[in-house]
């Protein structure tokens, strides 16, 4: 398949322009991620080539956005920095992820799901009893704005045990106190 320079300047173009609204990414990571979607691609390649400049740019800006939207993603789940948005957690209870215990997504989000329940189930049992009956019975008949505020709440208590959690965690290799050598060999009795 041959592809035009004219094709590479405007990858090339809408990466920068990409970049341009998430000043935190790189546009040449932006280029990459975009050339691997295109060749993961290969039929839409062909059709971007063949469209007008106009559609071609369209298409391509959208590439270019989604690209960046899931760098942006990966770089919050990566740095702790991550906010749940409500369709998110509604996908979460619409897999079943409340009652699975399979690998279908991060320990940190079942975590955080679980807990977001059962203090819905503490601070208001009528949501709570919304969202089982909506994604648990499949049998909820209730008004869509009582179910949209009782996802509202689950995602805001979700995001506060998230926040919570990842401040005071306090295990793991850099939370472990220092000691000498002296110090060392005393508490294990052993010189190694």
């Known amino acids: 398949m041959d592809i035009s320079e004219g094709f590479y300047a405007h990858v090339d173009k809408v ?3 990409t970049s341009y609204k998430w000043t935190d990414l790189d546009w040449e990571d932006i280029r990459q991620d975009m050339w691997v979607w295109l060749m993961e691609n290969i039929p839409q390649l062909e059709q971007y080539q063949e469209d007008t400049h106009d559609d071609r740019d369209k298409k391509l800006r959208r590439v270019g956005t989604q690209v960046a939207v899931a760098e942006i993603h990966g770089y919050e789940q990566w740095s702790g920095q991550y906010i749940y948005g409500k369709d998110e957690v509604r996908a979460m209870l619409e897999d079943g992820l409340f009652f699975k215990n399979d690998d279908y997504k991060t320990a940190t989000e079942r975590v955080d799901l679980h807990s977001a329940m059962l ?18 019975h499949g049998s909820f008949s209730g008004h869509p704005e009582t179910l949209s505020r009782s996802l509202d709440k689950l995602t805001q208590l979700m995001n506060q045990i998230h926040n919570f959690n990842e401040y005071t965690y306090e295990n793991g290799p850099g939370a472990r106190t220092v000691l000498s050598n002296s110090a ?3 508490i294990t009795g052993e010189w190694s």
């Open 15 to 17: 990466a920068k322009s």
């Open 184 to 186: 060392s060999i005393g």
């Open 119 to 136: 203090m819905l189930k503490e601070d208001s049992f009528s949501y709570f009893n919304i969202l089982v009956d909506k994604f648990v």
